[in-house]
């Protein structure tokens, strides 16, 4: 299972990592990432943390809140 946001540019694609790095300290959850083409993948340890995640991912950046959109895909590529 992972987290897919669609990224378009370059600077979008920081912004993403930066916001989940610091989401990522703030609740101390580790985490690893992947981007393919125009994906960028989050994927947890523990299946909680994607609870948590959706629960409480809120970008600081005004400018980024449609970031608030973003996918949980499992391994068969199933929406949820």
Known sequence: MYIRFDV???NELED???EV???AERYGVRYT???IKYHHRVGFDHDEHFSLFVMTWN???PE????LK???????NERY
């Open 8 to 10: 378009r540019y370059n």
């Open 21 to 23: 790095k610091s989401w």
């Open 64 to 67: 980024l809140r449609p970031w």
């Open 59 to 61: 970008p600081t950046k």
């Open 16 to 18: 993403i990592k930066r």
């Open 33 to 35: 990432y992947k981007t």
């Open 70 to 76: 973003f996918e949980i895909i499992n391994i068969a």
